[in-house]
């Protein structure tokens, strides 16, 4: 459906907002229903006030009668490359709308002007969302030429076995889950360690913008993983806890891959991986690196690593390989260009934060 074949809705009407006058209006409407509640000043500054790339903008929904903004629907830039060319492209975000203004007209009002502003700016626009802001993406014009996939990896089996097994034999089965896997992961088992160097770090190293700049990135749309990029996206918006993992040849060495990694903010014990990069770039993932994610997030206590990608075969193959499997996908909603051609390398880090 086109976004012209849905009449507007006349009780409401869109309006520009003004980043920094209407900073109290946006987080106001936040407030209760998206984000991180305990951190949504800090969420509005850095990604509408402070970003690195350019002005976003920001949408408004006003009732009519009452003159009440009941809506927010903002668009940040982000610079991503396609086809060998940087483009600067507008990240749908933070669509929300008031309790008792929640129907689908005005909501699309919102996306439409939005989508419409963003390309007048930007190159394309494009949004990772939620089941209800997909289905207002499908009826906006939007396409879904890809879709991520969700992989998970148990790594301690006992709160998993509690869900799915009644009582003591939930705990006697993770238990003996977790006894065997342990065995597993012994080091001097044959073919359990990489001989890779792989260490915690809580800041951007700059072997990580280097690994990016000398790795296969191909002619598909992906972020630019520069230094900035990654400063803005995975330091200053906010996270429950972030480091990332450097896998190299030696200590100090060029890396051959890099993990940014965040605790799980509803699921305890489960670590999100928003982002990863490796030597061979779009093309392929190195499985040893991928097993040392996993022995360093085990000797960190996790109990269990999830990761949503949208990429090449052979990157995915190595996740599966190494124990991942898939549980669920998210769509990438894509408006003013198709890359469906020549393929996307779409982690988490494109998400609005």
Known sequence: MNIRDTAPDDRYETIEGRLEQDRDTVIGIWRGHIGWQAQLERMYDVYYLDCPFGRPLLQLLRHRASGEIVGTLGAGPRPMLW???????????????????????????????????????????????????????????????????????????RRFAQRVLPGPLGRAGGALLDGAVAVGRQ????????????????????????????????????????????????????????????????????????????????????????????????????????????????AAGCEGIEVRLAAAAPVLEAWRAEGFVARGEQPLFVAGMDPGSVGVHITDIEQDG
């Not at 002007?113 to 089941?131: I, K, S």
């Not at 009826?139 to 991520?148: A, E, F, I, K, N």
């Not at 429950?240 to 891959?257: C, E, M, S, Y």
């Open 187 to 298: 080091p001097w088992l044959p073919g359990r360690r990489s001989g890779l160097h792989a260490a915690w770090t809580d800041a951007i190293d700059p072997r990580m913008q280097a690994l990016w700049e000398r790795s296969e990135r191909g002619d598909g749309l992906s972020t630019m993983r520069t230094a900035t990029m990654l400063e803005w996206r995975l330091l200053r918006l906010p996270a429950l806890r972030r480091r990332f993992l450097l896998v190299a040849p030696a200590a100090g060495a060029p890396l051959l891959a890099w993990f940014a990694c965040e605790a799980n903010a509803h699921v305890p014990g489960l670590m999100t991986v928003t982002d990863a990069w490796f030597a061979g770039g779009v093309r392929e993932a190195d499985r040893r690196a991928v097993r040392e994610l996993c022995r360093m997030a085990y």
């Open 83 to 157: 086809q060998g060319r940087e483009l600067r492209a507008a990240a749908a975000s933070h669509l929300a709308v008031l309790p008792g203004h929640r129907s689908l007209r005005p909501a699309l009002q919102l996306l439409r002007d939005m989508t419409v502003r963003g390309l007048e700016q930007f190159e394309f626009a494009y949004g990772l969302t939620n089941a209800l802001g997909g289905a207002i993406g499908l009826r906006g014009g939007y396409s879904v030429p890809v879709r991520l996939r969700r992989y998970v990896k148990v790594l301690r089996y």
